[in-house]
């Protein structure tokens, strides 16, 4: 059974960083694609950015440049590497792969 969590969530300035961590269970790496979302408060849940499974790497144009997706098999997780945060960066952040969602975690930008 497909299982995963996300974590790392949390309040920053404008300008700072955060990092987001997805752990999985039952999922290989090697053969599935993973993905971060965003649902910001009265908006859709939207791309965020996509590791395939051979570790092609893409993402969406609002988070170009500033973030920047990877993961550890070893540890069997996903990471978001979010930098120069903006306050339209504030949402639920959720971890996604072969249809299975996390529960999110909350990403607050404000002064």
């Known amino acids: 059974q497909v299982q995963v969590v996300e974590s790392g969530g949390g309040l920053v300035q404008p300008g700072g960083s955060l990092r987001l961590s997805c752990r999985t269970s039952g999922v290989d790496f090697s053969f599935n694609a993973m993905a971060w979302y965003r649902q910001a408060p009265g908006k859709e849940r939207e791309y965020v950015a996509l590791?395939?499974?051979?570790?092609?790497?893409y993402y969406a144009d609002s988070v170009k440049g500033r973030f920047t997706i990877s993961r550890d098999a070893a540890k069997n997780t996903m990471y978001l590497q979010m930098d120069f945060l903006k306050p339209e960066d504030t949402a639920v952040y959720y971890c996604?792969?072969?249809?299975?969602w996390g529960q999110g975690t909350q990403v607050t930008v404000s002064s």
């Open positions: 590791i395939t499974s051979t570790g092609n790497t």
């Open positions: 996604n792969t072969r249809s299975v």
